[in-house]
């Protein structure tokens, strides 16, 4: 059981160009996230999937698109990458456990992006 | 708007004694809070939750209170170990809301 894996780790990017980072999760969650760190900015949420086929937007939606073929995958993409996009990003998912409120999230282990 | 505040960046605690970790937040409407703990080039890991019906949760060495009328909360790590260095981040989400908003986050340091 992996939880959930996230690729690549690490990527340099050239202003303009383009890249997918890939979020996959084994534990047959409904509900996805991509998030970006910044150095103190914590945890903003960019986009999530509540279900496959479905995206939507989050705080911070703008440069990114995303795609949720397959309910254990979760892709970002970067159409024309930008310096202000040099972050770390972490994909999380979540599941209806039952609780009453909320659902707690499990993270993937962050890719560390720079566009220079 | 920071609707979920940690505003103490850091802390230096010694081994064996409290640390007490703050978070404030504005939106009254916030009904379930969660910490998460983060090491270095890892994700972030659920550490302990409470829903607004409550004032307190207990899991072991961790304690989280929640104060409705200050908008506050709390995390208490009792006594506190060099393993327990890393960042503390807190989150704040309402309704069955999928989302939360995440507080930005302060590094706890044990001192052996």
């Known amino acids: 059981n992996a939880g959930v894996t996230q690729t690549p780790k690490f990527r340099v990017l050239k202003t303009g160009q383009s890249m997918t980072l890939l979020c996959a999760q084994d534990m047959n969650h409904e509900y996805m996230y991509w998030y970006r760190q910044d150095p103190g900015m914590g945890l903003r949420l960019i986009h999530y999937?509540?279900?496959?086929?479905?995206?939507a937007k989050g705080e911070v939606p703008d440069g990114y698109n995303v795609s949720r073929l397959k309910k254990q995958n979760f892709l970002l993409g970067l159409e024309s990458a930008a310096p202000s996009q040099t972050s770390v990003y972490f994909c999380?998912?979540?599941?209806?456990?039952?609780?009453?409120?909320?659902?707690?999230?499990?993270f993937g282990p962050g890719t560390r992006l720079t566009v220079t | 708007d920071q609707q979920v505040k940690q505003n103490s960046p850091s802390l230096s605690v010694q081994e064996g004694r409290i640390s007490i970790l703050n978070c404030d937040y504005t939106?009254?409407?916030?009904?379930?809070f969660l910490w998460y703990k983060k090491y270095p080039a890892e994700g972030p890991t659920f550490l302990i939750s409470i829903s607004s019906i409550k004032d307190k949760n207990e899991d072991g060495r961790f304690t989280v209170f929640l104060n409705k009328s200050a908008k506050h909360l709390s995390l208490h790590i009792v006594p506190s170990q060099p393993g327990d260095s890393a960042v503390y981040f807190c989150a704040a989400s309402w309704g069955r809301s999928y989302k939360y908003i995440f507080g930005t986050g302060t590094r706890l340091k044990v001192l052996a």
């Open positions: 999380a998912s979540s599941s209806d456990s039952g609780k009453l409120l909320s659902y707690e999230q499990y």
């Open positions: 939106n009254s409407m916030f009904d379930y």
């Open positions: 999937s509540v279900g496959e086929g479905t995206t």
